[in-house]
């Protein structure tokens, strides 16, 4: 079997040209192209181990966002392998649903001892692709987590590009030092390294390619954080899996419950999803 061997195909019947991949190593979606045209960003050096976490499309970051004293950044949900619960199927509109989950084994509760189960619904229509992340807790004890959906939209080119819905928000700058800053300019234009995470965020961001006229928009639900990533120019170039020149053509706008721990009662699910929308 190859390394991309049992990748995951939601196809709209109706065009052939309209589909989502789904790769189980992480269920990292690595491809949502609409209507020919791919909307996410793989960088041309991802690499398909099923080890290392691939580096573009949709990683799925679970029970930790960022470095992690029990385990490796990001958490393990990235780099295991999940099982397909429900392979692809179109419903009587066309639209189609497969559902993929994650449940604790020996591997996870070395790093962290709770039984639970993560449910993944992905749904493609039309102009949209939706993504519904369920956390349970199987434990008789509670547990907390942080969670996000690393989104790696592909651009033209960053510089035009505008995201739109978050100013007047505060954010916290992981490039500066974690300081607290007060964004002024919505649209945003990234134009340099950028790692921030804004809070209390609106539940619709807008993704807005200007050289080709594309526009995403982002719904949310229970994701009450936005991480928005470049690497830029230098640390681009530091990363083994990241081409030296495609940081122009990626931005990551990440929704999450990250700001503070959830703490999930045992017998509990937290339920959390995120809607791109060509507009
Ligand atoms: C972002 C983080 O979500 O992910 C960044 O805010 C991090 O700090 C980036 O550099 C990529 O992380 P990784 O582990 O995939 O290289």
New binding site residues.
Partial sequence: MSEKGDIINLTLNRDSNTFVRVHPHGATVIAWQWKGKELLFVSKQAVFDNKK?I?GGI?V?FPN??PWELGP??GFARTSKWKVEKEPVADKDGNVTAVLSLEDDDITRALWDYRFKLTYTLTLSEDSFGMKFQVENKDNKPFDFTC?L?TYFRTSDVVKTDVLGLGNLQYID?VKGGQTFQQVDDPIIVEENV?R?YLNTPNEILIKDKEDGTTVKLTKDNFPEI?L?N?WKEKAAA?GDFGDEEYPNMI?V?AGYVHKPYTLQPGSVFEASQTLTVV
């Fill in positions: 976490a580096r990683p970051v966002f960022g950044q990001h996000l690393h992981k790692d995470i991480v990533w690497p990363m990551c990440e």
